[in-house]
C-alpha cells in the first residue's frame, strides 16, 4: 500500500509540472504572437518641403527577411567553400599527375635498363649452358605470346613495356633451370675430374718422353711406357688423381714404386722415388703427397717415371697432364 502511495503522489507531482508548462508555453506563445504582430514603421523627412515618406513592416515580416537573408549567406558561403575545396583537389589532382608522369619515366628508365641486362646475361648464360652441353631447344624455345595480352592496345608503350616486362620473367624462368642444370652438369664433371689423372705428378721438365726414344747411355732405342720428368733431388710427388694405392714396392731399377687405381679404370705409377709418404690401401686425394724423387740404378739424374694406364693398356700422360705446371 505504502508504494501505491507514493507511485501516485509522484504521478501527482508529475501532472502538476507538466500542467505548469503547459501555462508557459500557452502564455508564451500568445506573447510571440502578439509581438509578431506588431508593426515598426519607418518615416523618411525631406530636407525639402516634399511630405515625408512613411512605411511600416510587421514583426513577422522582418523576420522572414532576416531568415532568407541568413539562408542567402549560408548557401553563398558554401557555394564558395565548395568552390575553393575543388580548386584546391584540381590542384593536388594536378601535381599528383606531374609527380605520376615523373614516376613513370622513371620507371620506364628502370625496365629498358632491366631488360637490356637481361638479354645480356640471358645471351651469356645460354652460350655457357649449350657449351656445356645442354639442350639448345630450351635456349631457343618460344618468347611469351602476344596474345596473352590482348587486354591492351598493341601499339600503346604500357604494351610494349609489359610484353618486355613478361619476356624478361620468361628468361628468367629459363635462366634459372638453365643455371640448375649447369651447376648439376659441373658437379658431375667435377667429380669426374677428381677421379681423372690431370695433375703434373712433380714440378719438372720432360726429361723423355712417351714411346720410343735413343737412350743417351746405351745408345740403344728404349720403349717408354710412359713419361720421365726430371726434378730437383727431393721433390714432392703428388696424386694426379683420387684415388686407392693398391700396391706400393720396391726394386733395384725403378726404386720405390706406387701404384694407384681410380675410378672409371684409370690407373697410375709413380717410380723412382727415394721415399714413400703413404701406405698400401690408403685413400688418396688428387694433389696429396705420396712421395719424393729419386733416381735410378741405370741413369744418374733425379727424375720420377710416371705412367697412366686404362686397364692394362699404357696412354701417353702428356695427353693428361695441365699445360701449366702446378
Same mark, same amino acid.
Given at each position: 500500500?505504502? =508504494? ?5 503522489? %509522484? =504521478? ?26 506588431? /508593426?515598426? @514603421?519607418?518615416?523618411?523627412?525631406? /530636407? ?20 532568407? =537573408? ?23 589532382? $594536378? ?19 632491366? +631488360? ?12 655457357? #649452358? ?25 601499339? @600503346? ?52 718422353? %712417351? ?7 746405351t745408345g740403344t ?25 693398391? $700396391? ?5 731399377? @725403378?726404386? #720405390?714404386?706406387?701404384?694407384?687405381? /681410380?675410378? #672409371?679404370?684409370?690407373? @697410375?705409377?709413380?717410380?723412382?722415388? $727415394? ?8 685413400l688418396v686425394s ?16 733425379? /727424375?720420377? +717415371? #710416371?705412367?697412366? +694406364? ?9 695427353? =693428361? ?6
Amino acid at each position: 500500500m505504502k =508504494f501505491l502511495n507514493k507511485l501516485k503522489f %509522484y =504521478f501527482e507531482q508529475i501532472k502538476e509540472q507538466i500542467s505548469s508548462l503547459q501555462k508557459f508555453l500557452n502564455s508564451h506563445r500568445e506573447r510571440l504572437s502578439k509581438k509578431g504582430k506588431a /508593426h515598426f @514603421t519607418f518615416m523618411i523627412v525631406p /530636407h525639402s518641403e516634399d511630405k515625408p515618406i512613411s512605411f511600416s513592416i510587421s514583426y513577422n515580416k522582418i523576420t522572414q527577411i532576416f531568415l532568407i =537573408f541568413f539562408c542567402f549567406l549560408f548557401v553563398c558561403t558554401f557555394v564558395v567553400l565548395k568552390s575553393s575545396g575543388d580548386s584546391s583537389e584540381l590542384y593536388e589532382v $594536378e601535381i599528383s599527375d606531374e609527380d605520376f608522369h615523373k614516376q613513370k619515366l622513371k620507371l620506364e628508365q628502370i625496365l629498358k635498363k632491366l +631488360h637490356e641486362n637481361t638479354n645480356i646475361y640471358y645471351e651469356k648464360i645460354s652460350n655457357l #649452358y649449350i657449351r656445356l652441353g645442354g639442350d639448345p631447344d630450351l635456349v631457343y624455345s618460344k618468347k611469351p605470346s602476344q596474345t596473352r595480352l590482348d587486354y591492351l592496345e598493341a601499339e @600503346t608503350d604500357i604494351f610494349q613495356e609489359t610484353y618486355s616486362l613478361n619476356t624478361d620473367l620468361h628468361n628468367l624462368k629459363l635462366m634459372n633451370q638453365q643455371t640448375r642444370e649447369m651447376i648439376k652438369t659441373i658437379k658431375e664433371k667435377s667429380k669426374t675430374i677428381q677421379s681423372t689423372p690431370s695433375l703434373w705428378p712433380t714440378k719438372g721438365y720432360i726429361l723423355f718422353p %712417351y714411346g720410343k726414344y735413343l737412350s743417351p747411355l746405351t745408345g740403344t732405342e728404349i720403349q717408354n711406357n710412359g713419361v720421365d720428368i726430371g726434378a730437383y733431388p727431393g721433390s714432392e710427388v703428388v696424386a694426379t688423381a683420387s684415388g686407392i694405392a693398391y $700396391e706400393i714396392g720396391f726394386s733395384e731399377i @725403378t726404386g #720405390y714404386y706406387i701404384k694407384i687405381s /681410380h675410378k #672409371y679404370g684409370w690407373k @697410375t705409377i709413380y717410380s723412382n722415388l $727415394e721415399r714413400v709418404q703413404i701406405k698400401k690401401n690408403q685413400l688418396v686425394s688428387r694433389g696429396d703427397i705420396i712421395g719424393y724423387v729419386s733416381k735410378s740404378v741405370n741413369f744418374p739424374v733425379y /727424375h720420377l +717415371h #710416371y705412367e697412366v +694406364h686404362v686397364g692394362t693398356s699404357p696412354l701417353n700422360p702428356n695427353s =693428361f697432364l695441365n699445360q701449366f705446371l702446378n
